[in-house]
């Protein structure tokens, strides 16, 4: 009968401080970045760092966290707003989000930080199991994922004094710590791009389950102030303004078709329904892009290979994550104090459905360097 394996003695820091020949308190300072008043010689932390390697050394994390009064989380907040069954494809909607992860993730791991996700309930019906809540003392900041004032569950996170940044406009009063893309001046410029090239009938679909949040709010603004500028009369019937579920996404497009004088553009603002104005061009006869153009706001890996290609302007949620994750690390360790606004600008990405060449660019309103993230 074979024996059972030994279970491995887990190495505590009093082991790497023998191996290292320092005194535990060192072994600290070093593993936790504290140095204080008195400087640790490079040889010193080297040895340090190579008796932790040797010995497989881990942090005890609740030990860490008492004495350093932090837990090392950090939490993400992510919205759950499109009822089941209500819409057709909702790959889109993951993909960006673990985008984001990723991009937080990338920072987080970096400076020794774990992230933990919750998820919070925003439908306009009761839902069976919803979240439950979490505490504000389990995290050392928080970012929040597209706040929306309808659903008003960031104002008491900040009243506790966590850390909160969030990914889309702040919504406090004043605002508050924010990395967001410039969701009004980009389909204000998009806008602009495709009146320059003679589109004076220009769709926008920005449907939502529910109310439209902050961010489409915005792009309605810049939308409508591209048209106002170039004296272009505003017609409802361009931008519907239904709730999708209470409406069919099939039938909310074919209404975009049938509108007289027919719309030349069309921006698309769910990616996932992109596939709907691709059928609703072949039935009509309308060759894209010759009749209309298409510009869909989000990517997705197929839409390289639709026929005609389509082409887009998306969020860089990498970079979305990147810079809410720097910003929420940089208030934690005492870096930033005053609010601020990282903006991070889209991605224009020209394909067969709409050829836009240096327009776009040129619509940039004075803005300089909107390949780089900027913070205000």
Same mark, same amino acid.
């Given at each position: 009968?074979a024996?059972p394996?030994?279970?491995r003695?887990?190495?505590?820091?009093?082991?790497?401080?023998?191996?290292?020949?320092?005194?535990?308190?060192?072994?600290?300072?070093?593993?936790?970045?504290?140095e204080?008043?008195f400087?640790?010689?490079?040889?010193?932390?080297?040895?340090?760092?190579?008796?932790?390697?040797?010995?497989?050394?881990?942090?005890?994390?609740?030990?860490?966290?008492?004495?350093?009064?932090?837990t090392?989380?950090?939490?993400?907040?992510?919205?759950?707003?499109?009822p089941s069954?209500?819409?057709?494809h909702?790959?889109?909607?993951? %993909?960006?989000i673990?985008?984001?992860?990723? &991009?937080?993730q990338?920072?987080? =791991?970096m +400076? /020794?930080?774990?992230?933990h996700i919750?998820?919070?309930?925003e439908h306009?019906?009761p839902?069976s199991?919803?979240?439950?809540e979490?505490?504000?003392d389990?995290?050392?900041?928080?970012?929040?994922v597209?706040?929306?004032p309808?659903?008003?569950?960031?104002s008491?996170?900040?009243?506790?004094?966590?850390?909160?940044?969030?990914?889309?406009?702040s919504?406090?009063?004043?605002?508050?710590?924010?990395?967001?893309a410039?969701?009004?001046?980009?389909?204000?410029?998009?806008?602009?791009?495709?009146?320059?090239?003679?589109?004076h009938?220009?769709?926008?679909?920005?449907c939502t389950?529910?109310?439209?949040? %902050?961010d489409?709010?915005l792009r309605?603004? &810049?939308?409508r102030?591209?048209? =106002?500028e +170039? /004296?272009?009369p505003?017609?409802?019937?361009?931008m519907?303004?239904?709730?999708i579920?209470?409406?069919?996404?099939?039938?909310?497009?074919k209404?975009?078709?049938?509108v007289?004088?027919?719309?030349?553009a069309?921006?698309?603002?769910?990616?996932?329904?992109a596939?709907?104005?691709?059928e609703?061009?072949q039935?009509?006869?309308?060759?894209?892009?010759?009749?209309v153009?298409f510009?869909?706001?989000?990517d997705?890996?197929?839409?390289?290979?639709?026929?005609?290609s389509?082409t887009?302007?998306?969020?860089?949620?990498i970079q979305?994550?990147?810079?809410?994750?720097?910003?929420?690390?940089?208030?934690?360790?005492?870096?930033?104090?005053?609010?601020k606004r990282?903006?991070?600008?889209w =991605?224009?990405?020209?394909?067969?459905?709409?050829?836009l060449?240096?327009?776009?660019?040129?619509?940039?309103?004075?803005?300089?360097?909107?390949?780089?993230?900027?913070?205000?």
């Open positions: 009968m024996k394996r030994e279970r003695k887990r190495p505590t820091i009093q082991d790497v401080a023998r191996r290292a020949g320092v005194t535990t308190s060192t072994v600290s300072r070093i593993l936790n970045k504290r204080m008043a400087p640790i010689a490079e040889e010193t932390k080297q040895r340090v760092l190579d008796a932790v390697k040797e010995l497989g050394y881990r942090p005890n994390r609740l030990a860490r966290s008492l004495a350093l009064s932090k090392y989380v950090i939490g993400v907040s992510f919205p759950i707003t499109e069954g209500q819409l057709e909702q790959e889109a909607t993951w %993909l960006a673990g985008s984001l992860i990723s &991009g937080i990338h920072v987080t =791991q +400076e /020794g930080y774990e992230v919750f998820n919070r309930i306009d019906y839902h199991n919803p979240p439950r979490f505490c504000p389990f995290i050392d900041g928080l970012i929040y597209e706040p929306n309808r659903y008003d569950h960031y008491e996170i900040a009243a506790t004094g966590v850390p909160l940044v969030t990914i889309g406009p919504p406090l009063e004043p605002p508050g710590f924010a990395a967001t410039d969701d009004r001046f980009e389909i204000y410029r998009l806008t602009k791009a495709l009146i320059a090239k003679g589109h009938r220009i769709a926008l679909f920005l389950p529910n109310e439209p949040p %902050l489409c709010l309605m603004e &810049g939308y102030t591209a048209l =106002q +170039e /004296g272009i505003f017609d409802p019937a361009l519907p303004r239904d709730c579920g209470l409406v069919s996404t099939r039938e909310l497009v209404r975009l078709f049938n007289w004088p027919r719309p030349t069309m921006i698309i603002g769910r990616p996932e329904v596939h709907y104005f691709l609703f061009a039935e009509k006869g309308l060759e894209c892009p010759r009749d153009e510009i869909v706001l989000g997705d890996p197929t839409f390289a290979y639709r026929k005609p389509l887009t302007l998306k969020v860089q949620y979305l994550g990147e810079a809410a994750a720097r910003l929420v690390l940089d208030i934690v360790e005492g870096k930033t104090k005053e609010p990282v903006i991070v600008p =991605q224009f990405i020209q394909r067969e459905s709409c050829v060449g240096e327009l776009f660019d040129r619509n940039s309103n004075g803005k300089e360097n909107q390949s780089n993230v900027k913070t205000l």
